[in-house]
């Protein structure tokens, strides 16, 4: 039930495309939803987040659509460009006294030039 | 964002050293710092769960005398990986946060043991 299922494992975009990524989770006490960025290499980034009291939330061209009937939330990013290649993982939190992170399996994006 | 770092950025040892890794917020108090395993193009996996001045809770499955976590204060955390083994050749990720806030990510800390 502590498990959150991301899809897909990679991903290939042209420059200028969307790229969704989709996360899947059971835990209903889980209150916190962020998505990470990570380069090879070096620690994730934190991207944006949202709270299960918001549908939507938009920061430049990352938005984060929130489903909480449905337990899903997914990542849009729109004009995708090259330098946003790189692994992406949602994650959520909750039910914790520690607030821990449970993440995503993570997803390979390449944004063809 | 809050600034955390690692030092060392990467580390080889010998089969049977100990290696320290430390892990500091620079801008932040943190009252709780996290510790993850993350193997090539995998995920990053919880290894523990550490609070200032308390003894670290670990998740199921890591052993607690291999990884010791000591958090002396709330800018410093470390993690010894004692008598390290070829297996524990992983990336080690630090994370910290102040309580109820965001958790902002160490760039990591490349262990190799031969």
């Known amino acids: 039930q502590q498990q959150v299922k991301q899809s897909p494992q990679s991903l290939i975009v042209q420059k200028g495309g969307i790229s969704i990524i989709n996360c899947a989770y059971e835990n209903t006490a889980f209150d916190y939803f962020p998505w990470y960025q990570q380069f090879p290499g070096k620690g994730p980034a934190l991207l944006i987040a949202i709270r299960p009291d918001v549908s939507e939330k938009k920061e430049g061209r990352f938005t984060i659509s929130f489903n909480k009937s449905a337990k899903q939330f997914s990542l849009h990013i729109m004009d995708s460009q090259p330098g946003d290649s790189a692994t992406y993982f949602c994650?959520?939190?909750?039910?914790?006294?520690?607030?821990?992170?449970?993440f995503g399996q993570g997803t390979i994006l390449t944004v063809h030039p | 964002g809050a600034v955390v770092s690692q030092h060392p950025s990467w580390v080889i040892c010998k089969s049977g050293t100990s290696v320290k890794i430390e892990c500091r917020s620079l801008d932040f108090q943190a009252t709780t710092m996290f510790w993850y395993r993350q193997f090539p193009k995998q995920s990053l996996m919880l290894m523990a769960t550490s609070n200032e001045g308390s003894k670290a809770t670990y998740e199921q499955g890591v052993e607690k005398d291999k990884f010791l976590i000591n958090h002396a204060s709330l800018t410093l955390s470390t993690l010894t990986v004692t008598s390290a083994h070829p297996e524990d050749s992983s990336f080690y990720i630090c994370?910290?946060?102040?309580?109820?806030?965001?958790?902002?990510f160490g760039p990591g800390t490349r262990l190799t043991v031969l």
């Open positions: 994650a959520a939190r909750g039910g914790t006294s520690y607030g821990k992170l449970t």
């Open positions: 994370s910290a946060r102040v309580a109820g806030g965001p958790l902002f």
